[in-house]
């Protein structure tokens, strides 16, 4: 284990480091404790302990397990929100979106290519043109290139060409642009490590039951290891409170009224295979709601997304047949052989954390993030989206920065890259030679850098040792059985759900959504964190039964009967 007194850390996540990071938030008053292990929370944790505080990061189930693992998986600005004048927004998000581009994660965030198609031949390309070259500049604002290519307009020939699977009478033309891609529940677990390198103590599965306080002042939390039981308090000179949906729920542990409203939108995504849809890129299309993405992922394509209220489970949100059929429907209008349920392979539903305003719709919500001081001792940060989470957690942090005693510095996370990032072009360069080195295929070399970057060298040094985690899994080729160890070891996973449906994305791209692929995957992970037969078992069949849940209430007419589906299913930690 690392030596937490030097300035170099290690990047290991796994149980002994969890058992660490818990031991000392028992033992010492941190400067900032940070609650939620999303997207947010992570990116907070390590803005603070880059700034020289001492900091810890809780979080009730696993990295990622809400909203940030269930996204749309794209870093981008947001062409919408340019037709609602939110240009702020937009450029904020294009800003960051080249930061993460080429600077803080060029193995995780890729660029890609969507098409804008037009159904008028003028005044639509006139009005769209207008909006991607306002894009476009916004994306050079931020004192470096954007990362990827400008728009460009494409004719309705062109268009037959790169995308045959569009019915001849859907366009007239089009206009093609680009944002960028990320797994998300990956960035999460390498952002959560990143942070944990630098000295941030980091644990999953730790639940936060309620606050301590003197007189009105918030000076830490109840906290419940649901691994063992154990109940602990930590004592933090500043909370931040970024649990996302959760927000007002969290709020009410403190006793006060929260100074604004959270308020979750239900979004759900499609999984097809790849060669459903003949396409050299993905498409952009409006509906009379929102706007509709298909997006190249892997071997498949993501179709999304719905934006619905939802007011049921929040940590097992349901995809309905109505979802499921909203979007087949939408995307089927442009499609010249339209896409059924059988081409269904992957569902998944994810909540957004809305900030609630007047408006019934909560397409009409904003997007904007806010931070508040409910209380003394507790930072509240709530709302935005995905993309901005490093200014999100910047403005937590500065407002908990605000009131501790003495200077604290000045946020750096805009020029701090994730681990596995530094060295990665370099690696990209010479694939062929370390697949030839170590007798692997070159596309799973390719496959492993864009998942750990350098890290990879970690993994091609376990299949070294043991070179039959070089296979690919059951049911899952993509993925080979040294990523189910380092997930285990280095990577924070407790549980065989935390591998198949987050540290790789097994439990949406297989066919079979992790069935095969579960009870090798448990062996591997028995091996390394010294599970019994029992154990074992019990983990393959609580993960089955979830597929069968999910499955069965994919099948359900409305929301309140896919809840109750879904919620068959046992979580795999039940509170002691």
């Known amino acids: 284990m690392a030596n937490h007194n030097t300035v170099s850390r290690s990047t290991k996540l796994g149980m002994e480091e969890r058992d660490a990071a818990i031991a000392a938030l028992k033992t010492k008053e941190l400067d900032v404790l940070v609650v939620g292990g999303g997207i947010v929370g992570a990116g907070s944790a390590l803005d603070s302990v880059t700034r020289g505080l001492s900091t810890g990061i809780l979080e009730a189930r696993d990295w990622s397990s809400g909203t940030s693992s269930r996204s749309s998986k794209l870093v981008h600005g947001g062409i ?311 200014i999100m957690a910047k403005d937590a942090i500065d407002a908990a920065a605000d009131a501790l005693d003495g200077k604290t510095p000045k946020s750096i996370t805009d020029n701090i890259a994730l681990i596995g990032a530094e060295g990665y072009q370099a690696a990209w360069n010479k694939r062929g030679k370390i697949a030839r080195a170590f007798g692997v295929h070159k596309v799973r070399i390719e496959h492993l850098l864009n998942r750990y970057g350098v890290l990879t060298d970690e993994l091609l040094d376990i299949i070294r040792e043991r070179p039959e985690l070089g296979d690919a899994l059951p049911g899952a080729d993509d993925y080979i059985g040294a990523e189910v160890v380092y997930a285990a070891t280095h990577e924070g996973a407790l549980h065989l759900e935390d591998v198949l449906a987050r540290r790789t994305r097994i439990s949406i791209e297989a066919w079979d959504r992790g069935v095969s692929a579960a009870p090798v995957a448990a062996r591997l992970m028995a091996g390394v964190l010294g599970w019994d037969d029992e154990r074992t078992q019990h983990e393959v069949a609580v993960y089955l039964k979830r597929v069968a849940a999910e499955r069965a209430s994919q099948e359900q007419p409305d929301d309140e009967s896919a809840d109750r589906i879904r919620l068959e299913a046992p979580d795999i930690v039940v509170a002691k």
């Open 80 to 390: 919408r929100y340019l037709e609602q004048l939110d240009f702020r927004l937009v450029r904020e998000a294009l800003i960051e979106r080249g930061l993460l581009l080429q600077r803080i994660a060029p193995h995780l965030v890729k660029p890609v290519k969507f098409l804008y198609p037009l159904n008028r031949p003028v005044f639509e390309r006139i009005y769209i043109g207008a909006g991607m070259l306002l894009y476009d500049i916004f994306s050079y604002t931020g004192g470096r290139p954007p990362g990827v290519p400008h728009h460009r307009h494409l004719s309705k020939r062109q268009i037959q060409k790169s995308i045959p699977s569009l019915r001849n009478n859907a366009f007239v033309g089009g206009l093609t642009y680009y944002d960028a891609q990320v797994d998300d529940a990956r960035y999460v677990s390498t952002l959560v490590r990143t942070a944990s390198s630098y000295g941030a103590h980091a644990a999953s599965r730790v639940r936060v039951e309620g606050f301590l306080k003197v007189g009105q002042r918030v000076v830490g939390v109840k906290a419940h290891d649901l691994e063992t039981g154990e109940r602990f308090e930590v004592r933090a000179r500043q909370v931040v409170n970024a649990t996302g949906v959760w927000t007002d729920d969290t709020q009410s542990m403190v006793g006060e009224r929260g100074q604004f409203k959270v308020r979750a939108s239900k979004g759900i995504h499609l999984l097809v295979p790849r060669d459903r849809f003949q396409s050299t890129m993905g498409l952009l299309l409006r509906t009379e709601k929102s706007v509709l993405f298909v997006i190249p992922w892997g071997r498949h394509w993501i179709i999304g997304t719905t934006d619905t209220d939802w007011s049921l489970d929040k940590a097992h949100p349901a995809a309905t047949a109505a979802d499921i059929d909203y979007l087949l429907e939408h995307v089927n209008k442009v499609l010249a052989v339209p896409l059924t349920r059988d081409d269904v392979e992957g569902v998944y539903a994810g909540l957004r954390p809305l900030l609630a305003g007047e408006s019934d719709q909560t397409s009409k919500l904003s997007r904007e993030h806010l931070v508040a001081h409910s209380v003394p001792g507790l930072v509240v940060i709530a709302g935005g989206k995905w993309t901005t989470y490093r």
